[in-house]
C-alpha cells in the first residue's frame, strides 16, 4: 500500500501564499507522475498541476503563472507553490501519485485532502 500525507492548507487572503506539501510512503515502486487536483463545493475535481517522472509540469489555465508544483525525489514528496490565490482558488486539495509496484500492477493513489480557503 501507498501513503500520501498531505499539509500546508488553511486559511489565506486573496493575493496571499501558501505551499502545500505531500509525502508518498510505503509500496511506491517507480512514481510515474505526481499531482495535484482540486474538488469545489458543486463542482468536479480537476487537475490542477501535475509533474511526470521526466520532470516535466502540467498546469491549469487558470492557475499558469502563479501555482508552481516541485518533487523533492529523495523524499517521494510534492510541493505546491501556490502564490496570489483568489476567491476561486477555494477548495479541497488532493495529492495524487501514479505508480508501477515492483510487480509490475500500476496503481492510482490519493491523499486525504486538504483545505483550502481564500477569503478575507
Known amino acids: 500500500q501507498v501513503q500520501l500525507v498531505e499539509s500546508g492548507g488553511g486559511l489565506v487572503q486573496p493575493g496571499g501564499s501558501l505551499r502545500l506539501s505531500c509525502a508518498a510512503s510505503?509500496?511506491?515502486?517507480?512514481?510515474?507522475?505526481m499531482g495535484w487536483y482540486r474538488q469545489a463545493p458543486g463542482k468536479e475535481r480537476e487537475l490542477v498541476a501535475r509533474?511526470?517522472?521526466?520532470?516535466?509540469?502540467t498546469y491549469v489555465d487558470s492557475v499558469k503563472g502563479r501555482f508552481t508544483i516541485s518533487r523533492d525525489n529523495v523524499k517521494n514528496t510534492v510541493y505546491l507553490q501556490m502564490n496570489t490565490l483568489k476567491r476561486e482558488d477555494t477548495a479541497v486539495y488532493y495529492c495524487?501519485?501514479?505508480?508501477?509496484?515492483?510487480?509490475?500492477?500500476?496503481?492510482?493513489?490519493w491523499g486525504q485532502g486538504t483545505q483550502v480557503t481564500v477569503s478575507s
Open positions: 509533474i511526470i517522472s521526466g520532470g516535466s509540469t
Open positions: 510505503g509500496s511506491i515502486g517507480s512514481i510515474s507522475a
Open positions: 495524487n501519485l501514479k505508480g508501477i509496484r515492483y510487480t509490475g500492477a500500476s496503481y492510482d493513489s
